[in-house]
């Protein structure tokens, strides 16, 4: 039996901003990684010589990337942006083993969310109203 708890959080106006910040930093992640990772596949389909894209090497680039071009992505803690990564990284798994479809771009406002600490906090934010899953 699998039991969650939803609590409905009412935060005041800089937590709302930082959900949001939170919720924004862990898509462009996700969508930079996904980017990135069609681009670095397209190359090793060329040229097999050149690694396979991976989660690791994927966080390795995004943290360079975090330093010369998207400072603003420091406004919110470093888990937030890896996690994105690793549930790409899981999501190209199935799709190569045939069990989903191709993971496809997130879009802002539909089901965004954030996990912390480490998968056992998911924060949803739907419209103005924000959701703690546990």
């Known amino acids: ?8 959080l009412k935060p005041n106006k800089r937590q709302k901003t930082y959900f949001r910040k939170a919720c924004g930093s862990a898509r462009f992640a996700y969508n930079w990684a996904l980017a990135k990772n069609e681009k670095q596949y397209d190359a090793y389909k060329e040229n097999n010589d050149l690694p396979k894209p991976n989660w690791i090497s994927l966080s390795r680039d995004l943290t360079r990337a975090k ?17 994105p990564i ?7 798994k199935s799709f190569f083993k045939g069990k989903a479809q191709f993971p496809k771009f997130k879009k802002k406002g539909c089901k965004d ?14 419209g103005s109203n924000f959701t703690l899953l546990r």
């Open 1 to 8: 039996m699998i039991i969650a708890e939803k609590i409905k």
């Open 67 to 83: 330093k010369r071009d998207l400072p603003w992505m420091y406004d919110v803690a470093t888990e937030i942006t890896r996690r």
């Open 86 to 92: 690793n549930d790409l990284d899981k999501a190209l």
């Open 113 to 126: 969310s954030f996990y912390v600490c480490n998968k056992s906090l998911k924060v949803e934010n739907k």
